[in-house]
């Protein structure tokens, strides 16, 4: 099992910016990490990730926008948002993508997601 700890969220401005946090129980494992969002009344989706080889992904709706990286434990994920506005509020998750053992098995964790509200 693999616990994930999100912190950074709140409302903002529209140009401001934030920082979320995600910190993973464990580190042994972790193939990716990365956030997804959802607003009210849409599904989840990606806002981007980052493999254990430091290789990042991005929604085309947040590219040159926001950054993905990683702490030098490996187990804390960020995500560095700028110009942010009011169609990036909604919740954000944080996602780790956990190897079984040394089998070609995973499995997916969520955080509980953390609150982004950004006003007009």
């Known amino acids: 099992q693999v616990q994930l700890a999100e912190s950074g969220g709140g409302l903002v401005q529209a140009g401001g910016s934030l920082r979320l946090s995600c910190a993973a129980s464990k580190i042994f494992s972790i193939a990716t990490m990365g956030w997804y969002r959802q607003a009210p009344g849409k599904q989840r989706e990606l806002v981007g990730t980052?493999?254990?080889?430091?290789?990042?992904n991005y929604a085309d709706s947040v590219k040159g926008r926001f950054s993905i990286s990683r702490g030098d434990a490996k187990n804390t994920v960020y995500l560095q948002m700028t110009d942010l506005k009011p169609e990036d509020s909604g919740v954000y998750y944080c996602?780790?993508?956990?190897?079984?053992?040394?089998?070609?098995?995973?499995?997916?964790?969520w955080g509980q997601g953390t609150q982004v509200t950004v006003s007009s």
């Open positions: 980052i493999i254990s080889g430091g290789n990042t």
């Open positions: 996602y780790a993508k956990v190897q079984v053992g040394s089998s070609r098995l995973y499995v997916d964790y």
